[in-house]
T-cell receptor
């Protein structure tokens, strides 16, 4: 299984600012995913990040608000732009195990509070 | 389209009692099914997975789940609850066929009463 780290682990930000979250995987993976987990809720997929192509966003999420980079097979970033209190959530990245495996392994999450 | 329904947002059991967390899915193709556990202030950890092999799947920490196609269910059980099992549990489905996205249920918070 892949080991995934995220930075920062938590942050408190002012409205109108942006935060970039980093996700590092200890092995090369083809697919990485970014999820949002709002307080007391389940996980909602924001986008799929493939190396060498633009991220694919789910309905309700747009690139201007959540730009994603995937410069190589072990790293991705998610930026939460022009933040508002409604963006206060836990943001998790995950990677797919590869091959025919469908399971995903998750990072510890970034707990974001927007004031 | 695929979806997951977890019955019961909160389940309480006594220590040593049976744990049963319910999950029903809908998928237009044979599904891949997963149970994840999330401890407070942590990410998700994979408990077990069903990938069309044995219908009874054993996972970590003594948990197991049975895939029942006729009931479109994948309930999670553990014979004897331990205090350390208190956490939130998420059922997830992936429909395969080249789509590797996971769709999660709303989660069930398990409390274990001493």
């Amino acid at each position: 299984s892949a080991v995934i780290s995220q930075k920062p682990s938590r942050d408190i930000c002012q409205r109108g600012t942006s935060l970039t979250i980093q996700c590092q995987v200890d092995s090369q993976v083809t697919m990485m995913f970014w999820y949002r987990q709002q307080p007391g809720q389940s996980l909602t997929l924001i986008a799929t990040a493939n190396q060498g192509s633009e991220a694919t966003y789910e309905s309700g999420f747009v690139i201007d608000k959540f730009p994603i980079s995937r410069p190589n097979l072990t790293f991705s970033t998610l930026t939460v732009s022009n933040m508002s209190p409604e963006d206060s959530s836990i943001y998790l990245c995950s990677s797919r195990a590869g091959g025919l495996n469908h399971e995903q392994f998750f990072g510890p999450g970034t707990r974001l509070t927007v004031l | 389209a695929q979806s997951v329904t977890q019955l019961g947002s909160h389940v309480s059991v006594s220590e040593g009692a049976l744990v049963l967390l319910r999950c029903n899915y809908s998928s237009s193709v044979p599904p891949y099914l997963f149970w994840y556990v999330q401890y407070p202030n942590q990410g998700l950890q994979l408990l077990l997975k069903y990938t069309s092999a044995a219908t009874l799947v054993k996972g970590i920490n003594g948990f197991e789940a049975e895939f029942k196609k006729s009931e479109t269910s994948f309930h999670l059980t553990k014979p004897s609850a331990h205090m350390s099992d208190a956490a939130e549990y998420f059922c997830a489905v992936s429909s395969g066929a080249g789509s590797y996205q996971l769709t999660f249920g709303k989660g069930t918070k398990l409390s274990v009463i001493p």
